[in-house]
């Protein structure tokens, strides 16, 4: 059975070693990476943790596995402005499987080439599959995207659709079926999601506010209201949705996913009223999918409203513990 060092010079650092990336001192192998942050620029810095059997089903393709990993914290960079430098993985194996890691591997370098973020560090060991990923990305000083600066007033937006990925795990439960072709969609939506890395370049100098909806709309909306000091209220029957979830014939069912079923990793932001006919700007041009779908106002809690009629739900968004 290779030891450590062996899978981390096999799998993960020789491929990083063909592939210098700029500011990069010193990659893997060593205690640390040494890394040269691009001249004038402040670091955005997350890390995340998916769970076998809680984040991805446990015998899923650890291709798909990987691209899930890495997209997803690849969303968090795009939640404020910034852009993917490099990343670090903790990789936890319930046993030192190659040709497992081979196909890891192979998904987590594509989409590392995708989105041009360098793979410098990292560690693994043996327990149950985890898979922990620090992202790291450059942000102008002063132009990250918060959440603390929404204002009365300012209007809501969502890019995309939502309810995606809540209506894929539904799909691999199989406690709900789909058309193939909407199967095949909503798989690709849970394994493989947009950081909206360029919308969110788009809208840094536009948005007051921004965050990336992981644990349901109306979950993730309440951290904006809570960092601003103020309330907000969604017109429900201006969520968007996909083709996928229209065809399901299931109103509520589809906007109970879309409100709280959270894993879309679509942007949330918040934009002044004088700053609406930028926006309205790029949408017409096509460069910017993003829908209207509430407004800020006062108070301290996320309202949901359909046609003006309180609309309720059976939960607001994904619980970790």
């Keep these: 059975m290779p030891g450590e060092f062996q899978l981390i010079r096999q799998f993960f650092q020789r491929e990083q070693a063909e592939q210098p990336a700029a500011g990069v001192l010193l990659g893997i192998g060593d205690d640390c990476a ?17 769970v076998a059997g809680v984040h991805f089903p446990t015998d899923a393709d650890p291709e798909l596995i990987a691209e899930r990993a890495l997209r997803t914290n690849l969303s968090d960079l795009a939640a404020m402005g910034a852009e993917p430098l490099w990343f670090t993985l903790a990789l936890t194996l319930p046993h030192a499987d190659e040709e497992w890691l081979r196909s890891f591997s192979r998904g987590l370098f594509a989409c590392a080439r995708d989105y041009k973020i360098a793979l410098v560090g990292g560690d ?3 327990g149950p599959l985890s898979i922990t990923i620090q992202v790291m990305g450059a942000t102008a000083p ?65 948005a007051s506010s921004a965050l990336d909806i992981s644990d349901g709309l109306v979950a993730d ?18 969520v968007p949705l996909s083709p996928a979830l229209q065809s399901l014939n299931n109103v509520p069912q589809a ?51 359909y046609e003006g009629q309180p609309f309720e739900l059976t939960k607001t968004g994904y619980q970790h513990f």
């Design 34 to 50: 040494l890394l040269d942050i691009p001249v004038g620029k402040q670091l955005a810095v997350s890390v995340d943790t998916l």
């Design 124 to 126: 693994t060991t043996s």
């Design 142 to 206: 002063g132009a990250a995207l918060r959440r603390d600066g929404a204002n009365i007033g300012d209007f809501i937006l969502v890019t995309n659709t939502l309810g995606d990925g809540a209506a894929a795990l539904a799909a691999i439960q199989k406690t709900h079926i789909f058309a193939d072709e909407h199967t095949d969609y909503l798989l690709q939506r849970f394994y493989r999601p947009t950081p909206r890395l360029v919308e969110s370049a788009m809208i840094c100098t536009i």
């Design 221 to 238: 909306l309440q951290h904006i209201c809570d960092a601003s000091d103020l309330g907000a209220v969604i017109d429900v029957e201006n």
């Design 255 to 305: 906007l109970e996913w879309a409100l709280s079923g959270g894993d879309d990793y679509e942007l949330c932001f918040t934009v002044p009223p004088e700053k609406m006919a930028d926006i309205a700007m790029l949408i017409a041009q096509g460069k910017l999918q993003a829908t209207v779908i509430g407004e800020m106002v006062a108070g301290n809690k996320v309202i949901c409203e």
